[in-house]
């Protein structure tokens, strides 16, 4: 997934000469490079966010309540926001169908688990401006389980030629282990409570996730 180690905050200006510095080097082997600056800005800063002159994706951590400032700035041109954070699938439709009106492009970001995977999926063939799907198959910081791991019928989601077919089976087209899936909870039951990630930079201070 990321070409390079992990790269932290761009936090001066060595910082950012230096990462100018790698990707000439890479250009100059005559190969082209695609940078991302993700979410470059605070969710909250809608006037800024406008301002800035490059393609934006951005959205995973609003709902469609916090949709209309941006939209009316023009500040995105695609819209990424996560299911299982906005709202499920009806919050999910509702940020596209407003996308829709200001000719904002939708791509669901990257679904952790089949189901949410599925609904993202099913939301986007029902979007007229849905442009694409991220998944999370064989992501390097899956650690123990993949995206298939709780499925009894992975082949739905087999990618040819880049794309997935619609999934026609019952509900959200996708059968879950549920053996499987009680097996692991009797063996994670006596673990500590899971807890979101708390960020952290290299002085301790806490971080925007």
């Known amino acids: 997934m990321n070409g390079t180690e992990s790269v932290a905050w761009i936090d001066s200006p060595a910082v950012l ?20 600056f993700h979410e470059p800005l605070l969710p909250t800063q809608a006037e800024e966010i ?8 951005l959205r995973e951590r609003l709902m469609s309540v916090g949709t209309s400032p941006y939209l009316e700035r023009r500040a995105i041109d695609i819209a990424q926001p996560d299911i299982a954070h906005c709202g499920g699938i009806s919050e999910l439709r509702r940020i596209a169908s407003f996308c829709e009106i200001y000719d904002v492009a939708l791509a669901p970001h990257c679904p952790l688990g089949p189901i949410a995977l599925a609904a993202s999926l099913q939301v986007g063939i029902a979007a007229p401006n849905f442009v694409i799907q991220e998944m999370s198959w064989q992501m390097h910081y899956n650690q123990g389980a993949d995206l298939f ?8 989601f087999s990618v040819k030629n880049g794309h997935v077919e619609a999934l026609t089976g019952p509900g959200l087209g996708i059968n879950i282990n549920e053996k499987l899936v009680r097996e692991a909870s009797e063996k994670y039951v006596h673990e500590k409570a899971w807890r979101n ?7 301790g201070s806490l971080r925007e996730w």
Do not use: F, Q, S
């Open 197 to 203: 990630a708390t960020w952290r930079g290299e002085d």
């Open 50 to 57: 406008a301002d800035l002159p490059a393609l934006l994706h």
């Open 149 to 156: 791991t709780y499925m009894l019928n992975p082949e739905v």
């Open 17 to 36: 000469e230096a990462t100018i510095e790698r990707v000439a080097a890479v250009k100059a082997l005559g190969l082209d490079v695609g940078i991302d």
